[in-house]
C-alpha cells in the first residue's frame, strides 16, 4: 500500500498535520511515539498557547492525547531509519519495516543525534542505525554500540546475542543490566575510522578500538542521514511559507524549521504543512 503521506513525529507539529490529513480523510501514516512529546509533558508552564492559560505542560499534552484518541488516530510506534526518494512517491525504512507514501511531512523536533565525525560517510559500510535490519551482519564480530536512551537496551542484548563481542557507549546514567559479552566503556568515541569500512573508533581517552561495525541506537537520526539530498540552513530544515522543502512532496513543521521553538508555531506549521499535502496531492490526481 501507498500511503497519501507519511507524518514523522509526534509532536505538536506532527499532531495538527494528522488532525488535518484526518478530517480530509487522506491515507496516511503517522510515526513516532504514542505517549505523544517529552518536551511537553515536562514543561513546568505555557503561558502563550491560546485557550491554555498558565497551563501546565501535562495538562496540554493531555489535551493533546485526548484529541488523537477522540479523532481515531493510529500511530506507528517506530523510529525511521531512512528515506528513500522512488521518483513518484518516498520509501521508508522504520525498523525492519518498509513503507510507502506520496508526500512526506517531517516533524522530527530539534535534532540531537551528536552525529560523530566520520560517521555519515560510513553508512551501510559498518555504520548502521538499526539492530534487527543489520545485527545478523556481525555474527561472531567484534561491534561497539553508542546509546542515548535506555529505551534502546533490549536492542544491544540483542546485539551481545549475535556478536562476539560488544563495547557499549552509554550517554546516560545508570545502564541496566546486559549480557556478559557487553563492555560498558568509561571513554567516549569521538570519531569513526576506516578506509572503506569501518575499522575503529577514536576515543577521547587516545588511541583507537578496533571494530567492525558501529550500531548508533539513538533518539532521533541526523537530518543529513535520514534523507542526504534534503536542503538545510543553519541546521534546521529549509521551508517556503507552504513549508515545502527542496524535494518534490516533502513538507517540514515544527521546531526542526527553526526558531521560535513554540508549540504555537509547531502547530500553526503543521497545519499549513497538512494543506500542502492536499493541494499536491490534488494536482498530482489532476496530471495523472
Partial sequence: MIYDCAVIGTGPAGLSAALNLKIHEKSFLWIGRRALSDKIARAEQIRNYPGFPDAGGDALAGAFRRHAE???LEITEAMVNSILPMGDHYALMAGADFYEARTLILTTGINQAG?????????????SYCATCDGGLYRGRTIAVVCNNARFEHEVAYLAGLAAKVYFFPYYKSPGALPGNVETMAAKPV???GDVRVSGLKLNSGGTLPVDGLFCLRDSIALNTLLPKLALDGGHIAVDRAMATNLPGCYAAGDCTGRPYQYAKAVGEGNVAAHSVIEYLAKLAKNG
Fill in 70 to 72: 477522540a479523532m481515531g
Fill in 115 to 127: 552525529t560523530l565525525p566520520g560517521e555519515a560517510e560510513r553508512v551501510g559500510r559498518g555504520v
Fill in 191 to 193: 570519531g569513526v575510522e
